[in-house]
Each structure stands twice: as structure tokens, then as C-alpha cells.
């Protein structure tokens, strides 16, 4: 079985790092390498990630350039065969997903799966609006981001740092590059992150915006990419029209 690189990035987020870590060490497959990256937190952050110090491989504390520079540090130090971010407020679905990750089709490239959204309270909204999709390429993205960060394990060698001219979806960008470099993709066909919704990219929601147009431009051209828009707004209309269908 291979080895895994879990990376954690966290600030001042004493509130939810503990169900982070405790979702990361209590993985029934051992052969992780994890990570903390954390910004120089002040809240008590830092406290409650030593408690777990004898489980994290590598602690670092200490100012960073903002989300993406911190995930390269962790990049620099991984030195696993797969590489998975699983950030501060996010779980992995539950004990045995990395091992049934793992066992659905050793050697590939990139494992995916489906992410289940939750509030601030740790209440589930559901899966994501964008369901993961049956198969997954580098195209994929052009009508949305239907993979999260959090539900995507990428074979370390076809990474390559973030992009830090992006601020706020750089993730995207991450991800494609990757993707173009693969030739295996597996769906597992399961739920394997539960994410924690109001990240930066929501707190930014219109700059994240600007910021995918511009990486969906420059991968898929500027004309596809207005009427994969056009597509996409569509859908977020028929979403938006059935959900209140139903709530009614």
C-alpha cells in the first residue's frame, strides 16, 4: 500500500482543529505521514495541536504569505506517495475512508469521491450542489468545480506548488495541472470528506469568482469558457428554482 501525505493548514482556529486531527489519526490505514502547518496561531490553536504531537509527523508554526503558501510548506516537507489537504474545520468522512480509498483500484493517479457540506453549528446540509462526476478529467471543471480540495488524493509526483498569483482558487488551478499529467482517475464511488462551508473563497466570494474565471480562461479558452458560464448559470437557476419547489 502506498504512503500518504495529509497536510492541515490552520489559523486561529481553535474551535475546530481538534475534530480535524482526531478524524486524521484515528484513520484505520497507518501508513500516513501528517502535517500541520499552522500560521502562528494566537488563539490557542497551537496548545491544542501539541496534545497531538506524538501522532502529527511534522509540527510547523510560524507566519505564512496567506493559505497557499502555507499549503507549499507543506508540499516542501511531504514526503509521501500521495498527497492529500484536509485544512482546518474539514473531516475525513470516517476511519476507514483512506483504506477503502486505497483498496478501490491500487496505482492510480488521482482517487475521488463525494464531500457532505456542514454549517457552522456541525449540522449536514447534504452532499455538495456539484455532485462528483461518474468520471473525472482535467476538463472537468469547465461547468463548475464538481471535485472538492478536501475529496481528491493526487499521486505526489504530477504535483507542483500553488500558483500564488491566486489568492483565493488557487486550488483549482492545483487540481487541473494535476489532472492534465494523469492517465488513471478513479471514482470510489463513496462519500470521503465532510466539509465545513464558509471558507475563504465564500468570505471572498466575488474575488474567488474573478479568480476561477480567470483559470478557466486560460485552460479552456475564453469564448468556451463564457458559454460554459452561461451553462453554469442555468443550472444554478434550476437548482436554486427546484430547491425552493420542494421547500414549498
Do not use: C
Not at 485544512?87 to 496505482?107: K, Q
Request: cysteine-free; proline content about 2%.
Amino acid at each position: 500500500m502506498p504512503k500518504l501525505t495529509i497536510i492541515t493548514i490552520v489559523y486561529n482556529n481553535v474551535r475546530d482543529i481538534e475534530r480535524t486531527i482526531k478524524s486524521i489519526v484515528n484513520q484505520t490505514f497507518k501508513d500516513i505521514e501528517y502535517l500541520v502547518i499552522d500560521g502562528a496561531s494566537t488563539d490557542g490553536t497551537l496548545a491544542v495541536i501539541q496534545k497531538y504531537k506524538s501522532q502529527i509527523s511534522k509540527i510547523v508554526s510560524e507566519p505564512d504569505k496567506g493559505i497557499y503558501d502555507a499549503m507549499n510548506k507543506g508540499l516542501a516537507l511531504a514526503t509521501g506517495d500521495y498527497i492529500l489537504f484536509m485544512n482546518s474545520g474539514d473531516e475525513i468522512y470516517d476511519e476507514h475512508t483512506v483504506e477503502e480509498v486505497f483498496e478501490s483500484s491500487p496505482g492510480a493517479d488521482i482517487y475521488y469521491g463525494e464531500t457532505e457540506m456542514y454549517n457552522d453549528k456541525w449540522e449536514s446540509l447534504g452532499r455538495r450542489r456539484h455532485e462528483a462526476p461518474e468520471s473525472f478529467d482535467w476538463k472537468s471543471f469547465r461547468y463548475g468545480m464538481s471535485v472538492s480540495h478536501q475529496a481528491i488524493y493526487i499521486k505526489k509526483s504530477i504535483t507542483t506548488a500553488y500558483d500564488l498569483q491566486y489568492k483565493y482558487s488557487s486550488d483549482i488551478d492545483w487540481i487541473i495541472k494535476a489532472a492534465k499529467k494523469s492517465s488513471n482517475i478513479v471514482n470510489v464511488h463513496r462519500y470521503v470528506a465532510k466539509y465545513l462551508v464558509g471558507g475563504m473563497s465564500k468570505k471572498k466570494h466575488r474575488e474567488s469568482l474573478k479568480e476561477r474565471f480567470q483559470i478557466f480562461t486560460k485552460y479552456y479558452g475564453l469564448v468556451p469558457n463564457i458559454l460554459n458560464h452561461i451553462i453554469i448559470a442555468g443550472n444554478l437557476a434550476f437548482y436554486f428554482l427546484k430547491n425552493r419547489r420542494t421547500n414549498d
